[in-house]
T-cell receptor
C-alpha cells in the first residue's frame, strides 16, 4: 500500500521566513500527491495537487510544491510566512490499487508562525 | 451555499452505547468518506462510498458501520465494539475521485466516550 511520511510533527518559523514542510512517499508506481491544510477546529481544504503534469505545482495562498521522483519527495514551500499560515498541514497520496478512489494521509505537520 | 454539514459538533456518550454521527452534503457529490483524526496519527480512513447503496471498508473499519441510502447522507455509527472511540471524526465528499476533484470536508464531530 502507498504511504506518505511527513518529517517533523511541529515546525516553527518567524513571520516573513521561508516555510518548508517535508513529505516523502512510498510508491511502486507514479502517484498522485496532495497537500491539504487544516485550520483549528475545521475540516481540511486542498492547497495543491500533483497529477503527473508539471513537477512544480503552485497552490493557493502562495504555497508551492515540487515533485522529485529521484528523492520520492513532495515538499511544500512558501517564500515568506504569514501569521495566517499557522495551521496543520497534511500530505496525501492516492492509492492506485483502488483506482484513485481514496487518499492516504500523512501524520500532519503543525506550523507555528512567530511574530 | 453548498457544503457538508456534520452534526453535532460535540458528542458525549457512555461506554457501551452506540452513537451515530450525521453527515449531509448538498454538493451533489457521488463519493463520501469518513475519517478519524487522532493527534500525531493524521487522518485514517474508516469507510467510503462511491455510489448510493454501496460502500467499502477503509483502514480502520472495525467497530464502525455506515449506510448510504441517499446520495446526500452518509451516517457513521460508532458501536460498542470500537475499543477506543474518543476522537475527532471528519466527513468528506468529492464529485467522484479525489484525484480529479478535491475532497470537501465538514467541520467535524468531536466524540468523547467515558
Amino acid at each position: 500500500a502507498q504511504s506518505v511520511t511527513q518529517l517533523g510533527s511541529h515546525v516553527s518559523v518567524s513571520e516573513g521566513a521561508l516555510v518548508l514542510l517535508r513529505c516523502n512517499y512510498s510508491s511502486s508506481v507514479p502517484p498522485y500527491l496532495f497537500w491539504y491544510v487544516q485550520y483549528p477546529n475545521q475540516g481540511l481544504q486542498l492547497l495543491l495537487k500533483y497529477t503527473s503534469a508539471a513537477t512544480l505545482v503552485k497552490g493557493i495562498n502562495g504555497f508551492e510544491a515540487e515533485f522529485k521522483k529521484s528523492e520520492t519527495s513532495f515538499h511544500l514551500t512558501k517564500p515568506s510566512a504569514h501569521m495566517s499560515d499557522a495551521a496543520e498541514y497534511f500530505c496525501a497520496v492516492s492509492d492506485p490499487e483502488t483506482s484513485g478512489s481514496r487518499l492516504t494521509f500523512g501524520e500532519g505537520t503543525q506550523l507555528t508562525v512567530n511574530p | 451555499d453548498g457544503g457538508i454539514t456534520q452534526s453535532p459538533k460535540y458528542l458525549f456518550r457512555k461506554e457501551g452505547q452506540n452513537v451515530t454521527l450525521s453527515c449531509e452534503q448538498n454538493l451533489n457529490h457521488d463519493a463520501m468518506y469518513w475519517y478519524r483524526q487522532d493527534p500525531g496519527q493524521g487522518l485514517r480512513l474508516i469507510y467510503y462510498s462511491q455510489i448510493v447503496n454501496d460502500f467499502q471498508k477503509g483502514d480502520i473499519a472495525e467497530g464502525y458501520s455506515v449506510s448510504r441510502e441517499k446520495k446526500e447522507s452518509f451516517p457513521l455509527t460508532v458501536t460498542s465494539a470500537q475499543k477506543n472511540p474518543t476522537a475527532f471524526y471528519l466527513c468528506a465528499s468529492s464529485i467522484f475521485s479525489p484525484i480529479t476533484s478535491p475532497l470537501h470536508f465538514g467541520n467535524g464531530t468531536r466524540l468523547t466516550v467515558t
